[in-house]
């Protein structure tokens, strides 16, 4: 791993074996409409250290990937026309001094690559609708087959073929685990037509699972399925409705490769005229709860 820079905040947690949660940056810069993408980056922040873990948002900025960032950093990662990095991104980034959003696969890596074991995000990427004849698949889905990180997230969008996205996980050896649920969340909605084979209850039981992860030696990551709360979730026929006028308006204006996914999260957005942004947001605030609750009971 080439240098990255880690955060004083976060080299220190580290350190002293505290909590440490990895926040990603592509939520911000390209999951969140502009003027939502500052307070949002703090506010994550925030919950972390009020839930009592320290925050570790990662980007990468001229060149350098970095384990936790500052104030200014924030705003220069809210600013419009920041590139997308996943995995594959991140050498070029580095090599030619570039600023970049890191995706959850880049995230999770740089994460494992500083000794971080748990992430929170929205939602995970994953196989899209068509992928039989696109082949648009995430690289999020292999990140997590070989890097050790727990990523707690509230599912896939329904904007994804969900069943798809679960088989490769299978297939990818991804661990997967439902908190207090038996079916696999989409996003926006509690469920999704896709029943669990493991279900937890606690944060507890998840750090149990990665100690035994680290105990078989396995590399792979672990992904928490954490249901928006039920006063919380998308009305169920709106949600319907948007989401396929979203699909049929990438369709339409030919929408391709990593453009995809912020085309669709900012249409949809816009579309339902502001109600996915503040479920999606306050999914974001659930999974930051849960993840520092998983921190720390890994931690101790
Ligand atoms: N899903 C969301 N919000 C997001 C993303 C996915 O609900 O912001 C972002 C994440 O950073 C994820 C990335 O890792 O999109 C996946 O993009 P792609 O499909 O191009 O790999
Ligand atoms: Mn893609």
Redo the contacts with the bound molecule.
């Keep these: 791993m080439s240098a990255l820079k880690i955060g004083a905040e976060v080299q220190e947690a580290l350190d002293a074996r505290r909590p440490v949660v990895a926040l ?1 940056s ?2 911000i810069s ?2 969140l409409p502009a003027d939502e993408r500052i307070t949002a980056a703090r506010e994550f922040e925030q919950l972390l250290r009020d839930s009592g873990a320290t925050p570790a948002t990662i980007a990468v900025l001229d060149g350098l990937p970095h384990i936790g960032i500052d104030d200014a950093d924030i705003e220069l990662l809210a600013a419009d026309g920041i590139a ?1 990095a ?1 995995v594959r991104d991140l050498p070029i980034v580095a090599a030619l001094g570039r600023s970049a ?5 880049a ?1 999770a890596h740089l994460a494992a690559a500083a000794g971080i074991r748990v992430f929170a ?6 196989v ?1 609708r068509g992928a039989n004849e696109s082949f ?1 698949e ?3 889905l292999p990140e997590l087959g070989r890097t050790p990180v727990a990523v707690v997230c509230a599912g ?2 329904s904007i994804l073929d969900i069943g798809a996205t679960l088989e490769r996980l299978e297939t990818l050896s991804v661990p997967l685990v439902g908190l207090q649920t038996d079916v696999f969340p989409s ?1 926006w909605l509690r469920e999704s037509e896709h029943r669990l084979d493991w279900r937890v209850e606690d944060a507890g039981q998840i750090a149990d699972v990665l100690r035994a992860q680290d105990g078989f030696g396995h590399s792979a990551g672990l992904v928490v399925a954490n249901p928006v709360p039920v006063d919380q979730q998308w009305d169920r026929d709106e949600h319907d409705r948007v989401v396929q006028e979203a699909l049929a308006d990438a369709g339409a204006k030919g929408i391709v ?2 453009a ?3 085309f669709l ?1 900012g249409r949809i957005v816009e579309l339902s005229g502001g109600r996915s942004l503040a479920v ?1 947001l306050d999914l974001v605030r659930n999974n930051i709860r849960v993840a520092a609750a998983i921190a720390t009971a890994y931690a101790g």
């Design positions: 990603e592509t939520i390209h999951g997308k996943s959003a890191t995706t959850v696969a995230t995000t929205g939602g995970l990427g994953g899209h648009d995430s690289a999020d896939v969008k996003f490769g990593k995809v996914t912020p999260l999606n």
